[in-house]
């Protein structure tokens, strides 16, 4: 998805994130490669999470169950701007 967390810049951009949403963003990031997305004369359409793969790297990481939850909240944020068209 190419979001990178690193130290803010000198320009003053913050992106701050609460401290109880930490891990569920973790997750978001981690589950980044099992996106579902198909491919047509379009363009790339991000269809959603593959759960079952998900579900494999939140137990690789010792996820709570709630996490889950808050992974598929951020699945529909992310789905309207990953599949957004360009004028």
Do not use: H
């Not at 004369?41 to 996820?63: E, R």
């Amino acid at each position: 998805m190419g979001v990178r967390i690193s130290q803010p810049s000198n320009s003053g951009d913050v992106l701050e994130i609460m401290p109880t949403n930490w891990r569920s963003l973790m997750a978001f990031l981690e589950c980044q490669t099992q996106w579902r997305v198909a491919a047509g004369m379009a363009g790339l359409i991000w269809l959603g999470l593959d759960y079952s793969a998900c579900k494999l790297v939140l137990d690789s990481l010792g996820a709570p169950a709630g996490i889950f939850a808050d992974l598929r909240f951020l699945e529909t944020c992310a789905l309207p701007i990953l599949n957004e068209v360009d004028a």
